[in-house]
């Protein structure tokens, strides 16, 4: 994950919303609902959860700016639809305890571009889509610890596929990352995307040359499936059962102390079980 510094949101919200308030709330589950945000505050909530979760629990780096204001952001923020799991059993900004990052092609297009081409070379797979394919690019997803559970997930997944249907989305892309900055720790898990879950032609995304690592560690022959499954961290684990494709080669983000991977999911291909778990009716 690659950040661009920026001191904060001049907007509260994409301008182009989902619709009416009534329409952001997505799902409601005991005191969990799957939701979109719509103030600057809630937006502010979900960069103070990021910052808990990435800087905080985990490895990253964070600018003196963010450490100051204890908040993850960056330039996307602004114009980018943020997914909030909000636990209603909880008071003020510790409501959100779940977030995913959402930006859509024509959004993209009309600002700074996708987050993911800081690391991937995405533009021959846009140039290759047929006329009028849609791409989302899913981002900057965390869930606070005691949060992590399947029942949070699911409602993640919900949302994602809610607004997915909403918006007629054709392909969901991103980046998902790997603890640890040495490729050769991770030589079993890359290995094994890499010969089981590797892109097809139409779809192949490379990363850029200066920054890609090699994630054909291992011949196809010495993996042990059970094993490579295992060091699978959860989200990965999930893209893939459900039907995602991994691009070609990993990228170090130093700041965040990952390893990133980049993955493609075609709507179409997705697995007919999750369909019926978080597709919306």
């Known amino acids: 994950m690659t950040t661009i ?25 005991g005191s969990l609902e799957m939701r979109l945000a719509t103030t600057p505050q809630e937006i502010e909530a979900t960069q103070r959860l990021r910052y808990r979760v990435f800087y905080e629990e985990m490895s ?3 600018s003196p700016e963010m450490a100051a204001m204890r908040r993850d952001f960056d ?5 980018c639809d943020h997914l909030l799991v909000v636990d209603h059993d909880v008071a003020g900004e510790g409501a959100v305890v779940g977030t995913y990052r959402l930006l859509r092609q024509d959004v993209a297009e009309a600002h700074n571009g996708f987050y993911t081409a800081g690391e991937y070379d995405i533009a021959p797979l846009l140039q290759r889509a047929k006329p009028g394919t849609r791409f989302l690019e899913l981002g900057r997803s965390c869930v606070l610890k005691e949060y992590r559970t399947k029942h949070t ?28 900055t040495n490729p050769k720790d991770l030589a079993l898990p890359l290995s094994f995307l890499y010969h089981s879950y590797l892109t097809p032609p139409e779809w192949r995304v490379r990363a850029h040359d200066h920054l890609r690592v090699e994630m054909n560690l291992m011949p196809e022959e010495d993996i042990s499936i059970r094993d ?12 893939v059962r459900a ?4 691009g070609d080669g990993a990228v170090i983000d130093h700041q965040f102390g990952t390893t990133d991977v980049l993955i493609l999911f075609p709507v179409t291909e997705l697995n007919d079980r999750y369909r019926s778990k978080f597709a919306k009716n």
Not at 243 to 246: H, K, L, N, S
Request: proline share 4%; glycine share 10%.
């Open 60 to 62: 990253a780096t964070a």
């Open 5 to 29: 510094v920026a001191s904060g949101l001049s907007q509260s919200v994409n301008s182009d919303p989902l619709g009416d308030a009534a329409d952001t709330s997505f799902a409601r589950s």
């Open 153 to 180: 997930i699911e409602l993640l997944w919900h949302g994602i596929m809610t607004y997915v249907a909403r918006h007629s989305m054709d392909v969901m892309f991103g980046c998902a990352s790997f603890t640890g």
């Open 228 to 239: 490579a499954v295992r060091a699978l961290p959860p989200l990965i684990k999930g893209y």
């Open 75 to 79: 330039a996307y923020d602004e114009y």
């Open 243 to 246: 039907g995602a494709f991994i």
